[in-house]
């Protein structure tokens, strides 16, 4: 395949067959790339390939046949693993080491942006192009190729990965020529996430404490100035008394986190950021770790949470 072959239709694989990434895969896969993907979990890659594309036994394998891999996993923590460890405990070696020179590694988690920024320099080493790429959007959103993707890398890791981004997206945000800055304005869109999360729930406990029957408080709140898009969203969930984790506790107490180390080092005052931290440290503390972000709410002492369906409709939600 010569360069301009390469740059119009670059071989792809995805490692991390989530919510999010499964919906990428199979976005790319619609688009009419040829799709190889890994994850953890051997059957979940399987069930994917029966449709088209390949299943590899290992994150080193794919790498070695792709043009452009696609991470998509929870942290920097796996991101390490997938690139650098061992191959995911099957002896195969990272990824990193497997990738051709000149091959695209995106980097989609939400992590901190001087390590993403770091990682660009350590891949460089290898000769391996890098994408700071974190994503927002859902799980319907990344199945039908419609994600927020808030990017910055050389514009060589564009020339060869543009049209899998653009096969994943809706909007791809190009934010500048070197990796960290995506990862910054996602850290910047995960303190907004976060408080207006907590403040919802703060709100709609309130409500609920002070009797109001809190079907009508969603109604009322989500006609009015005070309403907003995560008010909408998870009080639905709270209001169906489903904590099902489409987006977790705990993923808010890794993001605040994030969110308070990026501006430590800039003696950078986040009063609302530091506060909503805690409301989710405190969910996590109380065994609510694994719930819905929404449970947040479920700190709240001495108020009566609606356990059943109210009817209304409960919303898709968004990996934020």
């Keep these: ?40 979990r051997p059957d979940v890659a399987s069930a994917f390939a029966v449709d088209g594309g390949t299943a590899y036994a290992s994150a080193g394998e794919l790498a070695a046949s792709v043009d452009v891999l696609v991470g998509v996993v929870v942290n920097a923590a796996q991101v390490e693993s997938v690139l650098f460890g061992d191959g995911n405990g099957d ?30 320099r350590r891949l460089a080493e290898r000769g391996v192009l890098y994408l700071d790429a974190p994503i927002s959007g859902g799980a319907a959103r990344a199945a039908s190729g419609q994600l927020t993707m808030m990017t910055s890398g050389a514009p060589t890791a564009y020339a060869i990965a543009g049209p899998v981004l653009d096969a994943m997206s809706s909007t791809v945000y190009r934010l500048g020529d070197e990796a960290g800055i995506g990862s910054k304005v996602k850290v910047v869109n995960q303190l907004l996430a976060g408080v207006h999360i907590a403040a919802a729930a703060e709100a709609m406990a309130l409500g609920i404490k002070a ?24 009080m639905a969930h709270v209001l169906a008394g489903d904590y099902t984790p489409l987006s ?64 209304i409709e409960l919303p898709g939600q968004e990996e934020v």
């Design 1 to 40: 395949m010569n360069d301009q072959d390469r740059s119009a239709r670059p071989r792809v694989g995805v490692v991390g067959l989530g919510a999010m990434g499964l919906g990428m895969a199979r976005s790319l896969r619609d688009a009419g790339f040829d799709v190889g993907v890994h994850d953890l």
């Design 91 to 120: 002896g195969d070696g990272g990824a990193a080491e497997r990738l051709h020179p000149g091959s695209v590694y995106v980097m989609c988690s939400t992590a901190d942006p001087t390590w993403s920024a770091d990682l660009e």
């Design 211 to 234: 009797g109001v029957p809190a079907d009508a408080l969603y109604e009322v709140i989500t006609h009015s100035a005070g309403n907003s898009w995560m008010f909408e969203n998870r």
């Design 248 to 311: 977790a506790v705990d993923i808010f107490v890794k993001d605040l986190g994030l969110v308070l180390d990026a501006a430590r080092p800039e003696k950078f005052p986040l009063p609302l950021a530091a506060t909503a931290h805690q409301m989710f440290l405190q969910a996590s503390a109380s065994g609510l770790g694994g719930e819905d972000d929404s449970a947040v709410i479920k700190i709240f002492p001495g108020i009566e949470l609606p356990g059943q369906d109210t009817g």
